[in-house]
């Protein structure tokens, strides 16, 4: 029996395209027990995939606050021990980070990653026993199934296949059609307009479509409440669990994101997703799955409302 483990400690968007990864293991190997190293904040997400056996906490984070804490330094001693309970067959990188680098080598067993060309930081990459170079264009999920196929040996099937599937939807959500828009973004330099949003939702409501307007942090709120007021219909939720979110991204007739991990949650789950890019390139991060995407805009040219709704032509010609 085979023991890999998956060190993609963060972020939403980041281990959600780890999945395909995952997925393909679990097809290659079905008998190969799959530990995957997470961010605490998203461990919740990893237990949504089967094909994970177990998911390991790093909480770096609360760590780093709580560093003069006996309870801090009693949590990373056990993570450290959770990976070296037994060697792995191959310990798995995705990130390319430092940080990320130095968990792999916490545990016992051979460490394949990027090489100094693809690597966030180049440090990273004389830290890995086996490395892989790709072009900046490749999308993510290419280059995190590729450094697994090449560790463990095997030929990933061609669809891409993230393995989960939408809980139901959460009692606030509304009866469909409904189409959840994306306002929120942890970089405030991608954002998009407000004016823009609302002259979307405008023209989805003029169709009979119900826009709901989730949110995470209070300024975030207040953007879902400014937008809700210029608008008839729309639904301001409450604060969202991933498994809430994914419940209410999995039954929606559609999905409008700027370039967040919600978006690609949508397109994890098949659902028609448009990415909406003013201040990131698609290229490698471009909504991707077994259910319709597109996108629009680039760094420093974010899209009009008239493409958006153009796109969403394209993945949900019944909205638009």
Known sequence: MKRILLVRL??????????PAATDLRHALPDAVLDWA?????????????????????????????????????????????????????????????????????????????????ARERLAARLYDATSEFAPAEHKIARYRAVAARALGYTPRPAVDYGIVAPPAPAFAPRPPYCVLLHATAR?????????????????????????????????????????????????????????AAGLIGHAAAVIGVDTGLMHLAAALAVPVVGVFCDSEPLDARPLGAGRAAY?????????????????????????
Do not use: N
Request: glycine content about 8%; charged content about 25%.
């Open 10 to 19: 963060s972020s939403l968007g980041d281990v959600l395209h780890t999945f």
């Open 38 to 118: 997470v961010e605490e904040a998203y461990v919740p997400l990893v237990r949504m995939h089967p094909g994970v056996t177990r998911a390991l906490p790093f909480a770096l984070r609360r760590w780093r606050g709580e560093w003069y804490r006996p309870r801090a330094w009693r949590e990373l001693a056990a993570f450290a021990s959770a990976l070296r309970e037994q060697p792995y067959d191959a310990i798995l990188d995705t990130q390319g980070l430092l940080k990320s680098a130095l968990v792999a080598k916490l545990a016992r067993g051979p460490v394949h990653g990027f090489g100094p060309g693809t």
């Open 188 to 244: 405030a330099a991608k954002l998009w307009s407000e004016p823009a949003w609302v002259e979307l939702a405008r023209a989805l409501e003029a169709r009979g479509v119900v826009c709901v307007l989730p949110w995470g942090a209070d300024e975030e709120r207040a953007r879902s409440a400014r937008l809700a007021a210029a608008l008839s219909r729309a639904v301001v939720p409450p604060r969202l669990s991933l498994e809430d």
């Open 296 to 320: 629009r805009g680039g760094v420093g040219a974010p899209p009009t409302a008239a493409a958006v709704l153009d796109a969403l032509r394209e993945v949900a010609p019944g909205l638009a």
